[in-house]
């Protein structure tokens, strides 16, 4: 399992993305999910990946090594493609040209073809984007409205993102309420786990202004995750005790009924 | 889409459901998924629903109406069930009978047959039990490990019984959480929604304490589900922001790696 988020604020780009992979139950691994590539001052891409991992590794091999392009026989990459939404077409081509190699094999050996990529960033002269982009390799771009896009296990850690961000969250804060749906997540599933991969990226920065590993047992991050199960259990008590009673038998949907 | 949850703590049960139905998301309706059978002083039993609608009200008529035992000929229902444990193999039973009935024409027609009940009670003479049934008809309990079981939408509203709920919290208590619960759902599943029935029932007393429907824009839950919006905000406002800053390139799983 894989859980990844990524936010886009006024501010900025954050992505986190987990680790931990499994062949089944008995074959837990750490993989790393979250890639990026850097050029200081020109560009700033981030790539966070769940699925099959071969699948997508060969996808993250297909856009570093290039995918020639059949209508100007030029080899793009995503050092050399013009725009974001270039190179998310670019991840697109890929993951449909590993589809035309591997996806019928994996399927015969009762695999699935299955990817999701959050593709995040910006090139000089373009805006801040973020991207997911499906195993069809079509995609989708974050709004001002939804300013969050999840890959992977999202229900657990969705109820936090729905009441806590908006375009309008400050940029720490925004990595913040990430790293919390990143705890939700991993203490429901598994199959999600540390150690945990950040970037933050400022608006026309074109570099990480964070880059971390956050590794099991770092100070910041359990004192991060004890603090919120501390608020929540000291949210609900503080909440009123139900005042609902056995109900009159005479209101609709009340009374024995089988 | 539906939830449903079902705790048992040291005190009793509290069982929970919505009652949104959606025959598409062009068709929503209101439907009952919450069912009780109560004999004041001899037994009180609740069964909450969720999976295909068609499926569900037919197991419910025929664990009314009785299903003859093929061994002694002996019509059984719910209301003659002799134990908790005999009356979930009834409803196993029902739920076969409905796919036997049902099941090839649902799925030749692109339906799925797709049930799950959760079971809770108690009959005199005999414990408080709490089920979980599948559309085999198989069946788990509750433990005292994890009191608490869930139907249908389950992930948004699991984080906060992980936290928050064992077997010795106070039972009004759990129904509290069971509410919070239900409210991170529906507020991430617009298929999942209000009324809300509600029913507590205390160990011994077969009967139940509180059996009531929570209507749109009733006070109490109102009340809660603000307090509670409001403790998040509070809470992720409370915790430090991040310290991380532009990670060190020599340690491993850091830098520009792609």
Redesign the interface.
Same mark, same amino acid.
């Given at each position: 399992m894989t859980y990844c988020v990524g936010l886009t604020v006024r501010e900025g780009l954050v992505m986190i993305a987990d680790t931990r992979t499994n062949a089944g139950i008995d074959n837990i691994a750490t993989f790393?999910k979250l890639?990026?590539?850097?050029e200081p001052g020109e560009r700033i891409m981030v790539?966070c990946t769940s699925g099959n991992l071969s699948v997508s590794q060969a996808v +993250?091999n297909h856009?570093?090594e290039g995918i020639e392009n059949t209508d100007t026989q030029v080899v793009e990459t +995503?050092r050399t493609a013009p725009s974001m939404f270039k190179a998310a077409q670019l991840i697109g081509r890929a993951i449909r040209l590993v589809y035309e190699t591997d996806g019928k094999s994996l399927e015969e050996h009762s695999g699935r073809f299955d990817v999701a990529i959050l593709f995040g960033g910006q090139i000089k002269g373009g805006k801040m984007r973020l991207f997911m982009i499906y195993s069809a390799g079509n995609f989708i771009e974050v709004t001002v409205d939804t300013p969050y896009l999840q890959i992977g296990e999202h229900?657990?850690g969705?109820?936090?993102l729905? &009441? =806590?961000v908006n375009f309008n969250t400050d940029i720490?804060?925004a990595?913040? %309420?990430g +790293? %919390?749906s990143m705890d939700?997540t991993m &203490?429901?599933n598994l199959g999600v786990g540390m150690?945990i991969? #950040?970037v933050?990226a400022r608006r026309d920065a074109f570099r =990480?202004? %964070?880059?971390? $590993? %956050?590794e099991p047992g770092e100070p910041?991050f359990h004192? +991060?995750r004890e603090?919120?199960?501390a608020?929540? $259990? *000291? *949210?609900? #008590? =503080? #909440?009123? $005790?139900?005042?609902? *009673?056995? *109900?009159d038998k005479n $209101?609709? !949907?009340? !009374?024995?009924? #089988?």
């Open positions: 790393r890639h990026v590539l850097e790539l +993250l856009v570093q +995503l229900k657990y969705k109820p936090i729905d &009441r =806590a720490q804060d990595l913040k %309420i +790293l %919390i939700s &203490r429901s150690p991969d #950040i933050v =990480a202004e %964070i880059k971390h $590993r %956050i910041y004192d +991060l603090r919120w199960s608020a929540l $259990r *000291a *949210a609900h #008590i =503080a #909440i009123p $005790r139900p005042p609902y *009673a056995v *109900a $209101r609709p !949907g009340e !009374g024995v009924d #089988i």
